[in-house]
């Protein structure tokens, strides 16, 4: 397609997206046989035919679609529109035999030359071109019910890469598992390749994929922790409760309340010291969310000198050398396994360039390691504090929390929406 078309179909992309359509299919029908035409071959019409390429859908239209959805104004959705119809336009030359790829081109008015080799009778479609842009990656077949089910999950909740877990849990949240064509509607709205939502989604156990055809699992999941604490316990007689229809029973690794073995999660309820009897009531009282034990709030914690640290940071009263050396000196080490020297990290952060980043780790997998909980669940803006004063001595910029499923209190507490 030429690019004043091009530019015509942008356009009315943002503007009319049915009169996209109806200047995208004339243009791309007539462009496509042209541009694969060579020296003395038949006509566009007959072209046309060999190509199929009438009867393919039109990518166009597809790529108008995208753009109604896009929810955004101005610029960005013009920017956005002239990348998707870029991109329609590679899928739509993809659709042509390749056989006709290789013929000499005629008529070079009629095509894009974005596309064309400056050497006359190469390929039109080159390898690069092809991994340049991608917006509709192969294969993927976005079911409209999906996608318009994702679009009402996520509302109007940034599309960002890096919220692809919370935008999971939301699905998986509502379904009780993660349904693939929901997956791949996911993947469009977000504008990732749908194998990069599927490394993420499979992962994690507490996601459950479940394929076009496979049958859901029930409703409510009861996992029972089968970790050694929880085993020494009595857990293996808990795995083989039956709790009736709509109800699993399944095994899982440690959840981090080793200290109340054995442990089963209902939902996202940890019933702690669990026997049948509990379990079975937390069931049929529908007791699925996980409470929250009270905790020294914002308030107290002001009062008790909270926060006067790196307030007294940022007001100049420390320095990052003093307060790394004192970690230092204090000889604190990380618990995470490998030891680390706590101030000796630090150091090491600070020194490396911008821009740094720190990740909090609470993911406590192994059995007989709940420590992040337990502070978490009693001291959470101890924990901020601290978290704070790390950063500022290693000048950190951004800082990442990273809270396992199995903590659904903590989340609460941690969530800007929690007041205190
Ligand atoms: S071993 Fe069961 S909670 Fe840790």
Redesign the pocket.
Known sequence: MRVRELGVLLRFAAQDLFRARQVAEPEVAVAQPVAHSAPGQASGRSLERAAGFSAAPLEEQRAAEEVKGFRIGGRARERLARRALREAEVVALERVPRVLHAARIVALHAIDRSQAFARRGSPIIRIPMKAKIRPIPKGRAVDPKALADVQQLLGDAPRRRDLLIEHLHRINDRFGHLPAAHLAALAQEMRLALAEVYEVATFYHHFEVVKEGKRPPPALTVRV???????L?G?RELLQLNLGPGVRVIPA??????E????VHVGQNPVGNATADRVRAAVEQKQLDCPVAPYTGYDEYRRNGGYRLIAECLAGKHTREGLTKIMEDSALRGLGGAGFPAGRKWRLVAAEPEPRVMALNIDEGE????KDRWYLEREPHRFLEGMLVAAWCAGVGEIWIYLRDEYAGCRQILEPSSKS
């Open positions: 922790c089968d970790s050694i604490a929880c085993e316990a857990a690794p440690c959840v981090g309340r080793c109340v073995a054995p442990c059995p007989g390691t709940f």
